[in-house]
Each structure stands twice: as C-alpha cells, then as structure tokens.
C-alpha cells in the first residue's frame, strides 16, 4: 500500500471520528434495502435508531441518518455511536454545516477541538484548518472509509472497506478469536461482497491491518490460511503472538503474499509450525532469524510449496525438540541457497520429501544432521536434480526403515559419499532408491548392510551411466534379493556379497566397447569373475541374474578375454578414531588404491611394474567446545607400495575455562574483577573476594557450572564499606571559692560528650554523628559566718558540644554590716 492511501486511510479515519463517514442514502434505507441485504439492512436500521451525546448535545435528524462508531485512538469521544444527517458528497464538511444541521452551534466545537491538531499533508491528501473545514482529496471514491461490514472477532472489533481495487480488513485493539479468518462464519458471508466469482467472501481480502495493542489468540492456526488474494499485511509489529503455541497453517495458501515483516514476531512459547508457510508461492525471501524455535517439536511442510523462494538463512533456528521435518522444504523449486549450519536433528524420526523437488539447490550443507533416530526418509532428495554432490557420511541410519526413492532423479547427481554408519540394518523399503540418478558413475554402497530381506526392486533402474558398484554386504535369504538394472552397457564393474541376485534388463552388444577404466576391447557379452566364487568363470548376463549358491564376496566385469599384462590392485587403509569426550568413538576410513602391472612372462614367471601413486586425503579434526584435540588434523600423507594401513587415535582434553567476577557499585560501574578457572562441566563453588573497601549488597549465587564458552561472568553488586568508630570531649566547669582568708577552694565538674564517627573505606570519606549532652551538677556555695557569698548556688547546667569546653565560675565573699 503506497503512503497516499495510507494517509487517505488514516484521514477517513479522523474523519468519521470528527463529523461521521458519509454513507449512500439508499444504502442504509431500512425499507429499501430489507429485502435486498436483511443482514445489512437491520444492522444499520438499529444503528441509526440511537443517538450520540457529545458535550450532552444530541445530534439528530429526522432524515435517514449515517451512524459511525468512535475511532479507539480518540479517547475525547463517547463510544455511543453518533448519528449525522446523511450525504452523497465527501468532498468538504464544515463545521459550520454540521451544527447548522442539527441546529446546535456545539458542534462546531468538536470540530475546533480536532482542528490544530492535523497537518496539511503535501500531497493534498487530507488537510484540517483553521478555517475549522475537513478537506478530503476526492480522488478515491466515497466507499473508500465507509465499512462494507463490521463486527468483533474475540474480543478485536474489525472492519472491512473497500479503497479502490482493495479490500481491507482492519483488526482493532483486542484478542483475534481462534482458528483461522476463513473458518470464522462472520469472515464466510460478508453481505455484498459475494463478487468475482468468490463464494466466500473472505477469499477477496487483499489486505489486513492490525492496529496497536491486536493480541494473537493462543491457538493461532490457520490465522491467514487461504486468503489466496491476500496481497499484503500491514502492521504485524502491533500483533503481539507472546501466548501463541500453535501456528500451524497460519499463512498457509497465501499464494499472493510477495513479502512478510516477521522482525516483531515473538514465537518463544510456540510449539507447532505445521505447514505454516505452506503454498506462499509468490514470497521471495523470509528473514526468520529472530525466530525462537526451542519449544517447536513439528515443522512438518513448513515451507512447502514456496515456489518462489530462492534463500532460506534458519542458521538460527534451534531445533532439539523437532520430531517431524518431513516435507518441510518440498517444491521449494526456486531455492538456491538454504543455510542448515545450526540444525540439531537427534530427535527427528520424520524425514520423508523433506528436500522433494527443491530442484534449484546445488548443494545442500548437511554436517550438522544427526538422523540417528530417523525412520522414515522416503524421497527426502527425489528431484533435487540440479545436486552434483552430496556427503551423507556422517549419517547413521541405526533406525531407517524406509528409503523408498531416497534419490529418485537426481539426474545431475554424480557422487554420493556414504560413511560406515550408513548401513540400512532395518533393512525395510528401499525399492527405488537410486531411481533415474542418471550421472552416477561409482556407487560404493559396501557400508550398505541389510541382515533382513528388504525390497531392492527398481534400485538402479535408469542409473544409465553406473560404471562400478559395490554392494558387497548387501545379504538376505538366498533367492530373495535382486538388484535391478535396464539400459545399462556402461555397469562393467559389480562387486557382490553372497545370496544376492542380480536382474539385468536390455543389455545390449558390448562387443568392440571400451571396458570403461582400460585402454582394453570387450571381446564377449559374458561377465567374468574375476574374484570370489568360481575365480574365471563366464557367465551370460542371464546365468548371471539366476545364479545361486554364491558363498563369498565376488567381482564381476566385462570379458577383456587373456591378457599379457595384468593389474595388481592393492588397498591402503588409514583409520582414524575420534575418541570423543563422551566416550563415543567417531571412526573414519580412509582407503586409498593403488596398482601396479603384473605382465605374464613366456617362461611363466611374472614381472612387476612400479606401484601407483595415492595419497590420504587431510583430515581435519572437528573442534569441540571446552576441549584439545591431540592433534588439528591429520595431514595428508602420499601413497606408496611400501605404505602399510595406519590407525590413528585422536583424543579430547579439557581446557581450563575462565569465569570471571565482576564487582559493579549500584550505578553499575565496574569496581573490581576476580577470576576463576576450571573446567566445563565442574560445578565450582563460588567464593567472593570484594574488592577492599566494599561489600555485598545481598548475596548472590554460590555455585556456578562452568561451560565451555570461556566467556560466563558473574556480576556481584557492592557498596562502599562504612566503618564505625566514636569520640569523645571532655567539658570542665571550675568553681573557684575565694575565702575572705585569702585561701581558694576549687571545685572542678567534668561532663564527656560522645559522637560516632563514620567512614567511607573507599573515599575515605568521614561523616560524624551527632553529639551527646552532659550535665554539670548544681554547687552550694559553703556559707562563711559574717560574709555574704557573692552567689549562694552555681546552678546545675546541660552541657552541648556548643559549649566552651572550659568554664569558670568564681565565688566572692563580701563581709556583712
């Protein structure tokens, strides 16, 4: 939506708050329209039964009248519906008019009240003055702001208008009800609105706004599912989806949807994203990376049949509780990157059509998936025709009962790693696996083991460029295995275990060919043993297919017929073993071949060319949180006739992890650190060093787990310590009594005032207390016969810091007449 119609939008809004939206006069006729649209006619004949208060002035009319609701955003106005005389012009409305329609002057000032309070838009699309006049630019038509339906959805009043070639239907502040839009009967048969061939009218919504404070209702599936017109959504940051658990389906069959601001979308508490985005055919792009996907257990189709999606980035996702993947990514056809770098699956079963046509990725990143407790992975990569590669080699199928198609046309696919864990143990369904991978060359599918008879038929069906395949563990009970082929003048290699049997279709004549690897002719349509059960023997293609009693692993190829010279073929084994810290051992088998000329002398001695060259590939050791390696990797090494096979054994140790305290003062600055080591996994308990002079506001955490992160702080609050301390001050009162002898007595009173003292140890900083009082005690002066003291008594006094702290009070004696 363009911000001209944003702002057309928002002004019809101001608009019906201020003077009421104008509606046809026909359109709210009760008697005309009965009989046309009850439904609306009754709606709107009881809605224009009742008058509003505004400012205790009642506006009414005798006329047929146009009722408007309150706006929520504008709290200065009664939600009793206002009534207004009706119009068939929207281009100016003064307030002037207004009262003088209603013969009430008040109402100007509802106007005035709103006048200062709206700009002149510089597109000239609304404009309120100080002329107290609403303007509307009348290039829409009237029904623009005029609701073709209204009503309340949970607790979110909505309404529903027409702008142009739109239909908008705006939620207002309140929770949405549950479910979705179309299984809502209000949303099914909006009056009117039953055009272009929609039988339900929901299907024509081309837009939807939220405003502010719009709660998503807790079971949030199927929200927008089937709103095939849907175009776009405005306002989804004002959707808050904190308590939604389920969002299954909830944009499902948006086929219109070009773009989703999903940036406010809160999904910590969601548990279900079933199909969620199923059938947005017309998106592009989905930034999901605040998406918080800890609780979510199914993700099942989410993104099924986003046709134009070309990247995908869930490098954020977290998927531990996921259960079911299958068709997640199915017909994603456009997709070109797809970022899986975080993926945990060790709890996913489900993983049937999970890539099914995704046609446009050329690879897929798959390191990270562990499918150990996966069960079903039926055409996970059927049609992935534009992969070339793909490594599976650290895939254990412990508990994969169903392969069926796994790879069916992957027609550009021309390498498939497997590790030794891929073994098919369940045996199971695994007819069709390699169905029409037309670019395979070489299959080694030796880590392949089924104890159990499963179904092979069709496996290598169209696989029409298969060189060399080994199915040498491939076992079941004798006569119940068959691996199928047709087409297929290129499989010259076949290395086999026992009771398996080989079916051959449309084999044609290979005589004259090029045994593929040689430089040697094919000079017979016979295969030849040339290892294992009965070393030599030829067999027919079709003896071949019906041969039983085989009791060892045995290699099949072309008749080259004898040959002077021979190739000597030797394997080179090095094993790696990754002891983990968990005690599981990760092995990886690196083999190399080598070989050399073996040429048959007359004499019947041989004679033995130079061995070939190999090498073992580097391996880089992966990297785990909290732990060394014994070595990064284990380097490359060339290959000789000398090389003998090699294990290698690489071990974890802890690294000391480093936790650090930091002590903040209240306003958070950082006053000291303390730092503690140890190692992941070790619960360390805490001791707090403050730094001097401070102290714990309260206490904080006495344990911590130490992770592997390096990087975990502890933030301890302190405050300044105060330390207490007192003195004292000793006030001396003297009373001197001059005898008329000549002699002097003197009496001295101590008072000892107190004051605590204290001390910041951080700023050094001192505050005193406040002192005590004391007390000098009242003095009888002794009374001398014939003289008269020049004061009988020295009166008892409170003695304050105030005061000097020495005193003196002299006595005379003056002799009587």
Partial sequence: MNSKKLSVRTMGTFLGLVCGIVLNHQAVHADTN????PRVATSLVETTESTANINNTELSNTNTQTTVTNNQESPNLTDTPTTYPATNDVVGVSNSNVADMNNDASNSDIVNDYSDSVASDNDGTSTVNDTNNVVVNNDESAAT??????????????????????????????????????????????????????????????????DKDVVANVNSSKLFEGLTNLKEIIGLKNLDTANVTNMTNMFSGCESLI????????????????????????????????FNTANVTD?????????SLTDLNLS???????????????????????????????????????????????????????????????????????LTDLDLSNFDTANLYYSFRMFENCKNLKNIKFGSKFTLSKGGVIAEMFYGCSSLKNLDLSSFYTPVSPDFSYMFYDCTDLTNLDISHLTGEQNKVYIFFNTNNNLAHIVVGPDVRLEFSNIQNRVGQIMPGTNKKVISNDWVAISGYQKGKHYTSDELANLIGRDQITTYEWDIGQSLDDQEVKAVTRTINVHQPNGQVQTENQTAMIERTVHYNDDGTLTYGDWSKAQWDNYPVSAVAGYQASMDNVVAQGIDGDTQDQTVDIYYTPIEQTVTI???????????????????GEIYNLHYRVPNGYELIDQP?????????????????????????????????????????????HENQLAVLHRNLYVDQVTHETIYGTWSTGNFDEYHVPVVNGYTASQPLVQGVTVTSADH?????????????
């Fill in 316 to 386: 954020t996702f977290d998927t531990a509780n996921v259960t079911d993947m299958s068709w997640m990514f199915q017909g994603c056809t456009s997709l070109i990157n797809l970022n899986l770098n975080s993926f945990n699956t060790s709890n996913v079963n489900r993983m049937a059509m999970m890539f099914e046509s995704c046609n446009s990725l050329n690879s897929i990143d798959l390191s990270s998936f562990d499918i150990s407790n996966v069960t079903n992975a039926t055409s996970m990569f059927e049609n992935c025709s534009s």
């Fill in 259 to 290: 773009s989703l601001d999903l940036s406010n979308f809160d999904t910590s508490n969601v548990t279900d994203m079933y199909e969620m985005f199923q059938g947005c055919k017309s998106l592009t792009s989905l930034d999901l990376s605040n």
């Fill in 805 to 817: 702290s020495v005193s003196t009070i002299d006595i005379y004696y003056s002799q009587n007449s």
């Fill in 299 to 307: 993700m099942e189709a989410m993104f099924y049949y986003c046709t």
């Fill in 662 to 680: 930091q002590y903040l003062d209240p306003a958070g600055n950082e006053v000291g650190t303390q730092t503690l080591t140890g190692y992941a």
């Fill in 701 to 745: 955490q006495t344990t911590i787990t130490i992770d592997a992160s390096g990087k975990q702080v502890i933030q301890a609050y302190v405050e300044d310590q105060i330390a207490q301390s007192s003195e004292s001050k000793t006030m001396l009162r003297v009373i001197n009594v001059h005898y008329p002898s000549g002699a002097t007595k």
């Fill in 145 to 210: 702001n005029t609701p073709l339906a209204q009503g309340t959805w949970g607790t979110s009043k909505w309404d529903y208008t027409q702008d142009g070639a739109d239909y908008v239907l705006t939620f207002h502040a309140g929770t949405l009800g549950t479910g979705g839009i179309n299984q809502s009967k209000e949303f099914h048969d909006v009056p009117n609105l039953k055009s272009n061939n929609y039988d339900d009218s929901y299907k024509q919504i081309t837009e939807i706004v939220f």
């Fill in 34 to 37: 009965e009989q046309e649209n």
